[in-house]
């Protein structure tokens, strides 16, 4: 099994609450959970307006199709223009058997 795991942080120009901030988070989180079917949460700044930090996850057991799949899915994002977009990291975790028996899983 094969876990991918993508971080994009976002700058929002001319925020000013967290209220206009949760529709930037909703609109990204709306628009890309079925077309992707992925799972997507707020990771991190939360108390910050003008910061975003989204967490996206996917599982399957081709690296290269997560790959890809998290290539499109930051390229949707970037194509979104609802924010700008200033970093992002993303990470494919490969859990194997031996995981399990070590008590990760």
């Known amino acids: 099994m094969i876990v991918a795991c993508c971080t994009i942080r976002f700058h929002l120009h001319g925020n000013r609450s967290l209220k206009e901030k949760r529709r930037v988070a909703n609109a990204v ?21 003008q910061s975003l930090r989204l967490g996206f996850a996917a599982v399957g057991s081709d690296a290269k199709y997560l790959e890809g799949l998290m290539e499109k899915l930051l390229h949707a994002v970037e194509v979104m223009n609802l924010a700008e977009v200033t970093g992002h ?13 070590a008590g990760l899983l």
Do not use: G, M, Y
């Open 29 to 49: 989180r709306d628009r890309l959970k079925n077309k992707f079917n992925v799972s997507i949460a707020e990771v991190d700044d939360q108390d910050r307006w």
């Open 89 to 101: 990291e993303v990470r494919l975790v490969h859990l194997t058997d031996s995981d399990r028996e």
